[in-house]
């Protein structure tokens, strides 16, 4: 089936800015009201929105009830202050996941973004810790950004290769 138009998502980016229209819970229920007529259903929310005010975002969209409104809502790995060493290991992933996950009220999201290359965990234990939420039912998807491929590409092929052998 072929769509008229790509899926739009709206991003928090600027959402909580002190000079940003949408800075209170009313003014993103606005917004999601605005978005919704227009006809947006998704949302790309981050926990390091908007600069320098971890979460506010996150806060801001949970208050507004976007999720009850039917919004789906894609959010990422945590990352403290840019440096992503060891924001993928078990408990870095487990908080980060509950905590977007308790802020937004959302019971599953819709896409977990590995928001950085954490190159101080083992890959096998930031795999681990992802399916382990997965499994939990806390998102329905998974989005490897940005990762190089050489970090994950001898922990992946040898499963791709294995399953496109049993069909």
């Not at 009850?68 to 992503?84: E, I, N, Q, T």
């Not at 992933?93 to 977990?112: A, T």
Request: proline share 6%; glycine share 10%.
């Amino acid at each position: 089936m072929s769509r008229s138009h790509p899926t739009l998502i709206f991003g928090s980016g600027n959402t909580g800015l002190a000079v940003a229209e949408f800075n209170t819970p009313g003014a993103v229920g606005h917004l999601a009201d605005t978005l919704w007529g227009l006809g947006i259903r998704r949302l790309d929310v981050s926990s390091r929105h908007p600069p320098g005010s971890d979460y506010l975002a996150e806060t801001l969209y949970g208050q507004a009830g976007v999720v009850a409104r039917g919004f789906a809502v894609d959010f990422k790995s945590h990352v403290v202050a840019l440096d992503p060493r060891g924001s993928m290991a078990r408990d870095a992933v487990r908080g980060s996941v509950e905590g977007s996950c308790r802020r937004l009220g959302l019971e599953r999201g819709n896409v977990f973004w590995c928001y950085a290359p954490d190159a101080a965990t083992p890959l096998e234990e930031q795999a681990a810790a992802v399916d382990e939420q997965f499994r939990k039912g806390a998102f329905e998807q998974v989005c490897l950004f940005p990762t190089p491929l050489f970090l994950f590409s001898s922990y992946i092929s040898p499963r791709v290769t294995n399953r496109e052998s049993h069909g």
